[in-house]
Nanobody, 124 residues
Framework: EVQLVESGGGLVQAGGSLRLTCAASGFTFDDYGIGWFRQAPGKEREGVSLIMSSDASTYYADSVKGRFTMSSDNAKNTVYLQMNSLKPEDTAVYYC?????????????????WGQGTQVTVSS
């Protein structure tokens, strides 16, 4: 059974940093794409970053480029999202997602497995 568990969210001031962790079980990263998404109140879920298992390449939404870094530790079946220079508009519930085959897509409906989410709140 595929399971994804996020952690590391919290309250931080604008300009601060957080690192989110997604612990995966029930599958190996070799065959799955992994993504980070977020959803703010009243808004649709949006893609933040994703990593392709085929070549470990990472992709970022324009809104987070240069500030967020996604990485993976395949030995631990864990992915991370390092978030720096946080802004109030980054406030959202952040979700980890997985899918096979790996979707080269930020569209949330292309992803089949989801964690429960972790709240990130950035105060101004």
């Amino acid at each position: 059974e595929v399971q994804l568990v996020e952690s590391g969210g919290g309250l931080v001031q604008a300009g601060g940093s957080l690192r989110l962790t997604c612990a995966a079980s029930g599958f190996t990263f070799d065959d799955y794409g992994i993504g980070w998404f977020r959803q703010a109140p009243g808004k649709e879920r949006e893609g933040v970053s994703l990593i392709m298992s085929s070549d470990a390449s990472t992709y970022y939404a324009d809104s987070v480029k240069g500030r967020f870094t996604m990485s993976s530790d395949n030995a631990k079946n864990t992915v991370y999202l390092q978030m720096n220079s946080l802004k109030p508009e980054d406030t959202a519930v952040y979700y980890c997602a997985a899918n096979r085959p790996e979707p080269a897509s930020f569209f949330y409906k292309d992803w089949g497995y989801w964690g429960q989410g972790t709240q990130v709140t950035v105060s101004s």
